[in-house]
């Protein structure tokens, strides 16, 4: 570099003999020879602040070794032939001092100008110094970028790279499938304790208003210690739970659903006796007797009621049904009931000792309706028609309000005067019909009636008419919604059926086919009383559903030959696919070379496999329970496989239950070893059976039919044609 350097500059190359005579431990030149470049130096190149700092401080650094390596040379002699300013010795003896104590160091170089040669010392050190910051600035990730510098693919084969990505692939996945579960696992652990923690707060909150409630009812109605009681009616409730049993379902039972109807005579005997024995004179020397047995009677019924059969009635608590004695006693204990009944059998009759003989100190039993309402319910569950309870419910309700304006009515006249105005009772005749009479007249508006004259008349007929119109109006509406909903299925059958008709009668359809159509309306709704059973069925729950088709057809199934092995879950999915289908008589269910689709359960009536030209040949005849088509549902349609191979048709009504192979396979896809057992005896029922033959081949053999089978040709023939064939071949060879 310096070699080029002269030549550029120009200057005279030194002697040899003068370079070689130059020691090697010659002495720097004093430093105050350098300091003129360097201030012409800083005059020419005037650098940033930062580096003139850095320069500076370099400078002084490179003085202090100069100066210490002037100092250690003193002793040794200057050779003569050294140039005058031979500076650039020092550097390099201060750069490597070990090598001066070692080695012999090298001959300085000659210098021809000490600006250049500063100069490019320099450059040579700037350079140093940005190759390290390169340097360092690439060992860390942060220096240049906030992104980390990506290393370096190996080189792979491509069977290796593939394999190797594969398996990051399924690792990510699987990463990220463990992390999704994770995640899913925390989100439901999460969801199941804020439900916990809902339910909580429900249920304390539900517990809080029921304390509450039973603090405000204790107010009014604290609870009632039965202690005495029970020691007094202890033998009693032992042999009674011999013949009734520690408890009873209230909803099923039904001896307690006949109790009921005895506790509910007794209630409305007080609420239609007691009422008309206060308003009308019934009581007497000779009839007290027999009203005082009556009500005697009643009272026995309803304390048989709250001593036997009210504290054995089941409950359910959170879910679970308490069928404890000791339990359902404390519950009914507790409950409102049972303070209402004990005041209801309160005696306040024993007043008519001191008092007169009235029906007014019954009106107690009047708070007892709760028993009235739970007959009526109970009623309604176990009634195949309940409309009938229904529209005689609504019908007494009427009667009752009658026989409370009757009453009324006979009371007014009382304090009118009888007989004193056209409008009271005159006296005349039984006084209960003649008023109940009036009562009929005035309350439903018929008109007729006598004109009232006092105030106190007008006001009461006024008041006659106001409740006539509230109270029978909505009475005749309850009854119009009861008989509603009694037919509401009876007239949902006539309007389908009408439309049938309708359209029929629109398009033209011949008489024929309509009367058939008009035949199955009338016998399906006289068979099921309804068009479509899944209607009902899909309003229930699945667990209903499933107990009804099991109780119907799963000992029909579980006869099948075919289903037999199979996974009993499966079988009952597939009693949840089955349709149900009447077919009229004569009605071809199936009919030979179908396609099977379908395999067909008989509900009730019979079917007939019929054969012959005009089908009049009955092979055999098929009864409620027996299945056919099952090996179609099997059988692929390659070579006519689920061709149906006989006809069948219905002998009278038929009901069937029909399951689609759709529905079968897609039953299948979740139960796989059913599927493989069904596969097995599929191809052994069709192996007994015999192979169904082609379409084609058995139109051949009906053509071949009128010349009979060909004769099988004999064995020696057969083998001299062979013998012919070979000779023939050797020949052509």
């Known amino acids: 570099m310096f070699s080029r350097l002269k030549k550029l500059i120009g200057a005279p190359e030194p002697r040899p003999a003068q370079a070689a005579a130059a020691p090697p431990s010659a002495p720097a030149p004093p430093a105050t020879q350098e300091k003129p470049p360097e201030k012409k130096e800083e005059k020419e190149d005037q650098p940033t602040k930062e580096e003139e700092k850095k320069e500076e401080e370099k400078k002084e650094e490179e003085k202090k070794d100069e100066e210490k390596k002037e100092e250690e040379p003193k002793t040794a002699p200057a050779p003569a032939q050294a140039p005058a300013a031979p500076a650039p010795t020092a550097a390099p003896a201060a750069a490597n001092p070990e090598d001066i104590e070692g080695e012999e160091a090298p001959p300085p170089p000659v210098v021809y100008s000490r600006y250049t040669d500063d100069t490019i010392r320099f450059l040579a050190k700037r350079l140093k110094e940005r190759t390290e910051i390169l340097k360092e600035k690439a060992i860390d990730p942060y220096a240049t970028s906030p992104e980390v510098t990506p290393p370096v693919t190996p080189i792979l084969r491509k069977d290796d790279y593939i394999r190797l990505k594969e398996e990051e692939r399924i690792a990510k996945e699987e990463a990220e499938k463990k992390k999704a579960e994770e995640a899913a696992k925390k989100a439901e652990e999460k969801k199941k304790k804020d439900e916990e923690k809902r339910l909580e707060a429900e249920k304390k909150a539900e517990e809080e208003r029921l304390a509450e409630e039973a603090k405000k009812k204790e107010r009014i109605l604290p609870e009632i210690s039965c202690s005495c009681f029970d020691v007094l009616f202890h033998p009693v409730e032992e042999k009674m739970d011999v013949i009734l049993g520690t408890t009873i379902d209230p909803f099923t039972d039904r001896r307690y659903i006949s109790w009921l109807s005895f506790v509910a005579l007794a209630y409305n005997y007080n609420v239609w006796f007691c009422s008309a024995r206060l308003a009308f004179p019934y009581h007497s020397e000779t009839a007290n007797r027999y009203w005082i047995f009556l009500d005697i009677l009643s009272d026995i019924v309803n304390i048989i009621d709250i001593v036997v059969w009210q504290p054995r009635l089941q409950f359910v608590k959170a879910g679970d049904i308490i069928k404890d004695r000791a339990l359902t006693k404390v519950h009914y204990r507790k409950s409102q009931r049972f303070k209402t009944d004990i005041i209801s059998i309160l005696p306040f009759d024993l007043l008519c000792l001191y008092f007169e003989f009235s029906s007014f100190y019954r009106l107690n039993r009047f708070i007892r309706i709760d028993s009235f309402f739970e007959f009526s319910d109970r009623l309604e569950s176990v009634m195949a028609k309940a409309y009938i309870w229904r529209v005689a419910r609504t019908t007494g309700y009427l009667l009752f309000m009658l026989h409370l304006n009757a009453c009324a009515y006979y009371v007014a006249s009382v304090h009118q005067g009888l007989a004193t105005t056209t409008w009271v009772y005159d006296g005349n005749g039984t006084a209960y019909l003649r008023c109940y009479y009036f009562a009929v007249r005035s309350l439903i508006n018929i008109g007729g009636l006598p004109e009232p004259v006092t105030t106190f008349e007008i006001s009461f007929q006024m008041a006659n008419f106001f409740i006539g119109v509230f109270v029978f109006s909505s009475l005749i509406g309850q009854m119009r919604d009861v008989i509603g909903a009694a037919t509401a299925a009876q007239t949902y059958f006539r309007a389908s059926m009408d439309g049938c008709v309708e359209y029929m009668n629109t398009y033209t359809i011949p008489k024929l086919v309509q009367n058939r159509v008009r035949t199955w309306y009338n016998y399906t709704w006289a068979a099921q009383g309804m068009l479509d059973e899944s209607e009902l069925l899909d309003k229930m729950p699945l667990v209903m559903r499933i107990a009804i088709a099991v109780d119907i057809n799963l000992a029909t199934f579980q006869k099948i030959a075919l289903f037999q092995g199979c996974d009993q879950q499966m079988l009952v999915d597939m009693l949840l696919r089955l349709k149900s289908i009447i077919y009229l008589p004569g009605d071809f269910v199936v009919k030979k070379g179908d396609i099977g689709k379908e395999m067909y359960i008989i509900k009730s009536g019979a079917v007939q496999v019929v054969g012959g030209p005009d089908n009049s040949i009955v092979f055999v005849t098929l009864k409620a329970g027996s299945v056919f088509g099952e090996i179609s549902l099997l059988q692929s349609a390659k070579d006519g496989g689920n061709r149906r191979t006989a006809n ?53 053999q009906k053509g071949l039919a009128l010349f009979g089978p060909k004769p099988p040709t004999p064995k020696l023939l057969r083998a001299f044609a062979n013998i012919k064939k070979l000779k023939k071949m050797e020949e052509t060879k």
């Open 648 to 700: 069948v048709k219905a002998h009278g009504f038929a009901n069937l239950f029909v399951l689609e192979k759709k529905d079968l396979f897609d039953i299948l896809v979740h139960y796989p070893e059913s599927e493989k057992v069904l596969a097995r005896k599929g191809r052994k029922l069709v192996k007994a059976k015999g192979a169904v033959p082609a379409k084609g081949n058995e139109e051949k």
